[in-house]
Structures are given as structure tokens and as C-alpha cells.
């Protein structure tokens, strides 16, 4: 009889390998080999089934509480959450960009404060706020070194010093708010070079001899005209004449009066100004009849921040259609549509992601009463925290419904929401602290925004997980008591109904709930088991990686102004005009001089004039925009001056002439023949990749430090510094950061993993799995058109964190089925991969919405993450499936001590594939875990 069976068997098997549903590489005895007992396993095999044992454990005595005591859970969790969210009364947001973005101990943060504190108001190294106006005839194809252009000019700017603004019910013009050099207001326009008088310029011959006379004029004073920032699209003979231009650019500077307002700094009088000033330049660029063919682009200082922060404030409510659309997927995908009213789950998904927005509201109030900085930054974490939440309540749902449909008194309410906790709180534990550390390792970065977003992301995720085990699943279980009692769901009806089996509350004919499970059955996992489609994948994917890995070989670390400007922006063409034909002079940049130089001292003049030609000749500085005031002051033919006549000079010629200069002096309050600080001034050339303006401002570091007068007076007391340079340490530390933070998030992911999956094999496999979706995800980016930045860098982390899911819960599900390696593939997949399904489309819901951005931060995580959903699923639910069920890591189950129970734990819906597979199946090894 044994030898008829076996053959029976055989023959069987035969003719289904013929038909590729058995793998016939994984037809052996393999799974008559006894199972590696206690004593023979290592270490971190021992540590991970005693941990597996508590957490089983662990979860089934909670689930017996929250399914006997759903009230009482909910109500003390809610409470917890009243009593954190105080804290969001200290709440205060940071947009100091020095605040948000660079790190504190860099040596322009040390420079800054010394300019903030003596050039100065002690908030802002800036005095003045610019207004700019850029003018292009013809969209850049007609010259405008024209006297009909030159009129226009005028025109125009006669009728911006006209503009006024009402602000607290007075009426400010600008000449009243205007920064001024002496007792003029400070403006920057080619008009100065010819005196803002038409006779200069009534000729094409006049206007050609002055832009190439030596320019200077009486409007100008000492200073010296730099054509570069006036004119763009400058075009020279070979004599180096100028002989055309395409752009104008005119500049008028506001006093800057910023003072604090919680952790903001504004100057709301100047910003009413702005306001005014930027429509009266709007409607110069409208009125085609006084302006024809003109396009007047424009920039105030409030202009960045306003088109930013609006481009996300506006967007927040995207967050709104997120919430909506999860809703409606998680109760379409959640409700059991085949048992009418009695398998609606409306109120299960409210409350699921009401634990969401709890756990929300308890990371901002415990974080900000904790005193941990807040930013517009935070604004992306409830995306994060709304995929995550929704993935969990799908995990625990999923387990519950692979539950038996038994009969209350058969099975009550309480033992099933211990063995639905005991069954889906383990894999959601591993998420959640592999998720949690990946972001506590990212908070040790030095930039504090992405430093503090991962404090809060760390803190989110590790109350939402404690929300949904207590909050969400006293939900459940109170939703249990309402079918027993055979009522509606309370979103449908709330009151008893006599419920027709099959039908739903509106009367609708039942439908099939395995409509997923059958396509992940059949056009998923079983062509799986086929050696060629392994085979296939195997290859498919190798071929991703390499592509992946050429990306991440190319990507760099690159910030580009216009990527967070919005589409539509005005600032959208100043930012074009600025790149097309302002190619010469770039960011301004000072070189300043601390206490203790003695500029009375004729020893001291040729150590300054040294400084100026350094300051001149550096590579990457505008070798036409330097200034220096002791220069030009030494040089003036009204002053023969000595040692003993140098201050009454000075002083002299700062009221006169030299006006312009006044702002780049600083006397001592109490001795005006002491200076206590001086800075010539100039502009780097202009620069468009990041690399080469990191290389300006280290050039200019290291030439300044050569200078004689440095050697004297000590490398801090000289110094270049502008505020474009917070910036560029930026970019210095972004690429190491990213490299950095990923790595350590990547050791704390392997430990943990390796600390919950339990098999080592299993482990590497899912490690190796979540680095080939990090990787692809940095790669792809690069293809995409995206780079390393200060947003993308965050999202890496965010990333990193929720590929992790996908890869885990497969793992972890595998390992607790026995049989054959496909068959535990095919199981995990229809078993818990439905819920890692459901869990990433409700992911993808949460930020699809954000392609419909315009905000360039909710653009790139949408990217980011799009491309985190497609590797991480394809990984998680194609790839390694594939490679566990090659390797077939030793499984092992769970006993509770009740067979029963143990029966119903490791219970999961039949699957085709196994009915046609053999009998025999590797033992698994059995953990004790008693209830």
C-alpha cells in the first residue's frame, strides 16, 4: 500500500511539473530533513526566537484586554493624546533658512554672527531689502542701448520712486523707506552713468562713448559704475568695446527694520511697500501701450518667501484629498462586501485614520513641549504618517479576517482580537521600529531641519504604532460586538436592521471579496513557482540594478533657485533673465576686517591695497566689482593724506564723495577716529552648478588667508563672507550627509531585522532587498531629473524607511509558513502580501495627490516615493519571493499551548497550489508562547 501511494504520488507530481506549477528543483527530500533544534542554532538565531516569543506573547495578553476592554483602551489613549497635545501651545515655527538648513558650527555661521551684530540690526547681517526690476524688448532679441529706450527707462523708474504704500494708517512713499548711502537713497541703474538726464543719452554715439568712457558721474560720486550688474547680454568688439546689450537692470534698496515676531523675523512695513511696488512693476510689464514690446520682470525681497511658502500652505489642503481617498480605498478594500451590512467597515476605517491624525497632533504637542524646533518641513509628515498608519490597519485587519468565521460562542470577541494582535502585531513592530530607527539614526545629521523632521517622523511613527494595537484595534473589537449583535455599521445604520444575507445596507447584491486575493493567486504567485519565470525575474531585476547603479554614479549634489519657485511664478522669468543674460557678475560678496587694524598707519595702506588685489584677481571673482573705500579714498586728487590727517579726511570725504561708502565703515560709538571694522566689496562671477560656488567661496577663504595683512592681524580678524555663503556650506556637507545618514539608517535597519526575522538567511535576503530599493530609488532620481538637495535628501531617509515594509512583511510571513519553498511563497503572497498591497496603494493614494503640486518640495516626494512604491513592492512581492523560495529558510511557528488556537493562528485561506503539492512538509520549529 505505501509503495502504491508513492508511486501515486510520484506520477501526480510528474504530471504537474509538466505543467510548471511545480518548481522541480525543490522536489527532494529536503523537507524530510528533521529541523535545527535549540542547541544547534547560533546565537542570533536563539536571540530572535526568544524575541519572536515575547512578542507573540506579548501581543496575544494585549489583544485579550483591548477585545474585553475596547472602551477603556480607547478611552485612556485619547486621553494620553489630550495631555501631549498641550504641548502644541509651545509651538512656534522656524524660517530662518541659517536655522533650517545649515549647520551651526561651519565657519560661516561664525561669521555671520559677528556681521549680524556690527554691520547690522543683530537679527540680519542685511540693512537694506532689494527691489529689482529686470528689462528684456522683444523677449531678448532687440538692443536696448537705444535712446527711445533709454526715454522708456526713465520713464519707468520715475514712476516705481512714485510708488506708496498705506501701512498702519499712514501713507509711506519711498524716499522714506528707502536705504540710503549718505543722505541719498540708494539705487542701482545704467540712468546713474549718464546723470538720469536725456541730454546724455540723445544719441546712439553718446550713449556707445559713455558705456565705454571710465565710468563714472556725478550721481555715481566715488563709487564705480560695474556695467556687468547693470546691463545683461553685453556684447564687445575685439578692442573689447562694448558694442550692444539685451537686458536692463535697475535695483532699489529698502532699509531693513526686521524685528521678531515669535522665531520670525519680519518688517512688515517694507513688506506693505514691496506689495505695492512689485504691482506697480506688474503693470509696466501689462501696458504693452506706454512700454511696447517690453517684458519687465521683477523680484522684491519678500518675493521668494511668498511664492514658496504659498506654493505649500496651498497644498496642505491636497492633504485633505488624501484623507478622502484613503477612506474611500480602505473601506472598499477592508469591508467583507459578501456579508451585506454585517461586512461594511466604514466606522473601522474612521477610526483608523482618526488614529492617524491622534497620533499626529501627539508628535506635534510632545515634540514641541519637548522643545523640539518646528518647520514648514513638518507639514510632509502626516503623508508619511497616513501611509504607514493606513498600511498597519490593513496588516491587522487582514489578520483578522484569516481568522475562521466561527460563531461567537465558539470563538469570542476577546480571543479573536488576541489572535489577530498575537498574528499581526510582531510584523507590524518590525516595521514600525526598523521605520523608527531609520529615521533616529537620520536625526544625527547636522542639518538641523532634516534633523529635527526626523525626530518628529521617529516620534510619529513610534504613536502611531502604539494608536493602532490600542486605539484602532478597540475600534475593532467593538465593531466585532456589532456583528454579533447582527446591527449595521454605525456609518450605514446604526440602529439593529434585519440583515439579508448577501445583500448590503442599500440593497446592492453581494459581492466577491477574493477578487485581489484570486489575481495575486493566479497572476502572481503561482507563475512564480516556474523555474523560467524565477529565472526571468532573476534577470529582470539585475538589469534594474545596473541601470540604477549607473544613476547613482552620475547623481550630484546640485540646488537649482528655480526648482522651488512654482510654474506660473513672476519670479519664474526674473530667474531667466537673470541666467540668459546676466552672465558675468554673480552674488555679491564682502571681504570684511574685525577690530584692531589701525588704517591711520601708513604701514597698514599697503597691506589693504595687497587685500583689494587679491580680492580682484581670485579665481571666480568678478574681476570688475571690487571696491574698496581706503582705495579709492587714498587715491581722490581733494585730499593730500597723512598719518595725523587721516580721520578729518575720512570724515570729510564720506560726506561728500564718498558717501557710497558709509555702509562699509564701522566707528567706534564712543571715538570717531577709531574704526572698528571696515569691508570692501564685490561680486563672485555668476555660477550655476553648486560645486563651482563652493569652490568661490573655499577660493576666496584661502586667498584672503594669504594676505599679508591676514598674516598680521590673524586669519579671523580677515575674512570674505556674504550671506549666499549659509548656502554653499550647505552644499558642502549635503552629499557626505545623504551618503552618511543612509548608511547608519541601513546598519540600524540590518540589526533590527536581523533581531526580528530571526533566520540569518532571511535576514540578508531582506537587507539585500531594501538596499537594491534604496539604491534604485537614488539611481532613478538621477534619471528622473532629480538631485541630491536639501529636500531629496530627506526623502531618502523617508524612503529608506518605508521600503522596508514591503520587504519585511513578505519575510516575516514566509517564515511562519511550512511545505515546500513555493508553497510558502504562494501562501505569504496571498496571505499577507494582499495586505502589503493594500498597504502600499493606500501609501500611493496618500502622495499621489502631490503630482498635482506646485511646490517643488511636494514634486520631489512625490517622485521619491513613487519610485519607493514601484522598487519596494516589485522587490518585496516579486524578487524576494523568488529568492526565499530558492533559498527555503527554516521556517518556524508559534504555539499558544491551546490547539486551537494554534490552529486558528497559523491559519490562512487555502490555496490552489497547495492542494496539487505534496503532503510532506519541513517541521517547523515550535516556540512556546502560552497565554
Given amino acids: 500500500t505505501d509503495l502504491h501511494s508513492s508511486r501515486e504520488a510520484a506520477r501526480e507530481a510528474s504530471q504537474l511539473a509538466k505543467l510548471h506549477v511545480l518548481n522541480p528543483l525543490k522536489m527532494t527530500e529536503e523537507n524530510d530533513k528533521a529541523p535545527p533544534t535549540e542547541e544547534k542554532m547560533g546565537f542570533m538565531s536563539n536571540l530572535g526566537f526568544k524575541t519572536s516569543q515575547m512578542l507573540h506573547n506579548s501581543f496575544y495578553r494585549l489583544g485579550e484586554v483591548v477585545g474585553t476592554y475596547p472602551w477603556r483602551v480607547i478611552g485612556i489613549t485619547t486621553l494620553l493624546v489630550v495631555l501631549c497635545g498641550l ?3 509651545q509651538l512656534e515655527e522656524e524660517t530662518r533658512e541659517e536655522k533650517l538648513w545649515v549647520p551651526p558650527n561651519t565657519r560661516a555661521q561664525a561669521d555671520k554672527r559677528f556681521v549680524d551684530s556690527t554691520y547690522g540690526n543683530g537679527l540680519s547681517e542685511s540693512i537694506y531689502r532689494r527691489n529689482g526690476i529686470y528689462v528684456t524688448v522683444n523677449g531678448g532679441k532687440d538692443d536696448v542701448l537705444e535712446t527711445a529706450q533709454f526715454d522708456l527707462l526713465l520713464k519707468l523708474h520715475n514712476s516705481m520712486l512714485q510708488v506708496t504704500a498705506e501701512y498702519d494708517g499712514r ?30 543719452w540723445n544719441t546712439k554715439e ?17 563709487q564705480t559704475f560695474n556695467i556687468g550688474r547693470a546691463l545683461g547680454g553685453l556684447t564687445y568688439d575685439g578692442a573689447g568695446l562694448v558694442t550692444g ?41 501689462k501696458d504693452n501701450t506706454a512700454y511696447p514690446n517690453w517684458t519687465v520682470d521683477r523680484i522684491a525681497e519678500r518675493s521668494f518667501s511668498d511664492e514658496f511658502g504659498d506654493a505649500i500652505t496651498s497644498d496642505i489642503s491636497l492633504l485633505q484629498v488624501a484623507i478622502l481617498l484613503n477612506l474611500s480605498y480602505a473601506t472598499l478594500m477592508l469591508s467583507r462586501w459578501s456579508k451585506g451590512c454585517l461586512g461594511f467597515r466604514g466606522m473601522v476605517v474612521v477610526a483608523g485614520v482618526a488614529s492617524v491624525g491622534l497620533a499626529i497632533v501627539a508628535t506635534y504637542g510632545l515634540c514641541a513641549g519637548l522643545g523640539v524646533m518646528f518647520s514648514p518641513l513638518m507639514n510632509v509628515m502626516p503623508f508619511l504618517i497616513l501611509g504607514l498608519g493606513v498600511d498597519d490597519m490593513f496588516v491587522i485587519v487582514n489578520s483578522l479576517d484569516s481568522l475562521p468565521d466561527l460563531a ?29 530607527f531609520a529615521f533616529l539614526v537620520g536625526s544625527n545629521t547636522s542639518l538641523p531641519a532634516l534633523s529635527k523632521f526626523s525626530i518628529y517622523c521617529a516620534v510619529g511613527i513610534l504613536i502611531d504604532f502604539a494608536l493602532q494595537v490600542t486605539f484602532f484595534c478597540g475600534w475593532l473589537a467593538i465593531d466585532l460586538r456589532r456583528k454579533a449583535q447582527r446591527k449595521g455599521d454605525c456609518l450605514c445604520c446604526c440602529a439593529p436592521l434585519e440583515i439579508v ?12 471579496d477574493e477578487t485581489l486575493r484570486n489575481a495575486v493567486e493566479y497572476g502572481l504567485a503561482i507563475p512564480l513557482t516556474k523555474p523560467a519565470v524565477k529565472a526571468a525575474v532573476i534577470v529582470m531585476f539585475a538589469i534594474i540594478a545596473g541601470v540604477g547603479i549607473a544613476g547613482a554614479a552620475s547623481i550630484r549634489a546640485e540646488a537649482d533657485v528655480n526648482d522651488f519657485i512654482p510654474s506660473g511664478s513672476y519670479l519664474r522669468g526674473f530667474f531667466e533673465v537673470y541666467y540668459d543674460q546676466f552672465t558675468t557678475t554673480g552674488e555679491p560678496v564682502q571681504v570684511y576686517l574685525k577690530q584692531g587694524v589701525n588704517y591711520s598707519e601708513p604701514a597698514t595702506w599697503p597691506m589693504m591695497e595687497e587685500l583689494y588685489e587679491t580680492f580682484k584677481t581670485t579665481d571666480l571673482v568678478d574681476s570688475k566689482s571690487p571696491q574698496s573705500w581706503i582705495k579709492t579714498f587714498l587715491a581722490s586728487p581733494n585730499y593730500t593724506v597723512t598719518s595725523e590727517s587721516f580721520y578729518t579726511d575720512l570724515h570729510h570725504f564720506l560726506e561728500h564723495e564718498g558717501s557710497y561708502f558709509t555702509a562699509d565703515i564701522v566707528f567706534d560709538a564712543n571715538n570717531r577716529n577709531v574704526v572698528t571694522s571696515s569691508r570692501l566689496t564685490g561680486n563672485h562671477i555668476q555660477l550655476e552648478k553648486s560645486a563651482d560656488k563652493v569652490d568661490s567661496m573655499d577660493n576666496l577663504r584661502s586667498s584672503i588667508k594669504k594676505t599679508n595683512i591676514s598674516d598680521v592681524y590673524g586669519d579671523e580678524s580677515v575674512f570674505p563672507y556674504t550671506s549666499a555663503y549659509l548656502n554653499y556650506e550647505q552644499y558642502k556637507s549635503i552629499e557626505g550627509e545623504a551618503t552618511m545618514n543612509l548608511t547608519l539608517a541601513m546598519v540600524a535597519v540590518s540589526i533590527i531585522v536581523l533581531m526580528n526575522i530571526i533566520n540569518p538567511l532571511a535576514s540578508i535576503l531582506v537587507i539585500l532587498s531594501v538596499g537594491m530599493v534604496v539604491m534604485n530609488i537614488v539611481g532613478y532620481m538621477y534619471w528622473w531629473g532629480l538631485n541630491i538637495d536639501s529636500v531629496t535628501v530627506i526623502m531618502l531617509v523617508l524612503a529608506l524607511g518605508l521600503s522596508v515594509d514591503y520587504s519585511a512583511h513578505l519575510a516575516h510571513g514566509f517564515m511562519h509558513k511550512y511545505g515546500t519553498g513555493n508553497e510558502r511563497m504562494v501562501e505569504a503572497l496571498c496571505d499577507i502580501g494582499i495586505a502589503v ?73 487555502s490555496t490552489s497550489f497547495r492542494k496539487h503539492t505534496s503532503a510532506s512538509d519541513r517541521s517547523p520549529v515550535e516556540l512556546e508562547v502560552r497565554s
Fill in 501 to 512: 444575507e448577501g445583500q448590503t445596507c442599500c440593497g446592492c447584491n453581494k459581492k466577491d
Fill in 171 to 200: 501713507t509711506y512713499t519711498y524716499s522714506e523707506l528707502c536705504y540710503k548711502r549718505g543722505n541719498e537713497c540708494d539705487l542701482s541703474s545704467v540712468l546713474m552713468l549718464f546723470d538720469y538726464d536725456p541730454a546724455n
Fill in 87 to 89: 504641548g502644541l501651545s
Fill in 408 to 436: 461567537d460562542e465558539e470563538m469570542s470577541v476577546p480571543r479573536r482580537m488576541a489572535l489577530t494582535l498575537a498574528k499581526a502585531g510582531p510584523s507590524i513592530t518590525l516595521t514600525s521600529l526598523t521605520d523608527f
Fill in 206 to 222: 553718446k550713449i556707445m562713448a559713455k558705456l565705454n568712457s571710465n565710468g563714472t558721474s556725478a550721481a555715481m560720486g566715488a
Fill in 245 to 285: 546689450a539685451k537686458a536692463f537692470s535697475s535695483s532699489y534698496w529698502l532699509a531693513n527694520n526686521e524685528t521678531k515676531h515669535g522665531n520670525e523675523f519680519r518688517d512688515d512695513r517694507a513688506r506693505a511697500f514691496e506689495d505695492e511696488w512689485l504691482d506697480a512693476a506688474a503693470a509696466a510689464d
Fill in 837 to 909: 498591497i493594500n498597504g502600499a496603494m493606500s501609501t500611493f493614494l496618500a502622495v499621489a495627490v502631490l503630482g498635482f503640486s506646485a511646490s517643488y518640495v511636494f514634486q520631489a516626494f512625490f517622485k521619491q516615493l513613487f519610485l519607493c512604491i514601484t522598487f519596494g513592492l516589485s522587490h518585496g512581492l516579486i524578487l524576494l519571493p523568488v529568492l526565499l523560495s530558492i533559498t527555503t529558510p527554516a521556517p518556524f511557528k508559534v504555539t499558544t499551548g491551546n490547539a486551537d488556537d494554534d490552529r486558528h493562528l497559523h491559519s490562512s485561506r
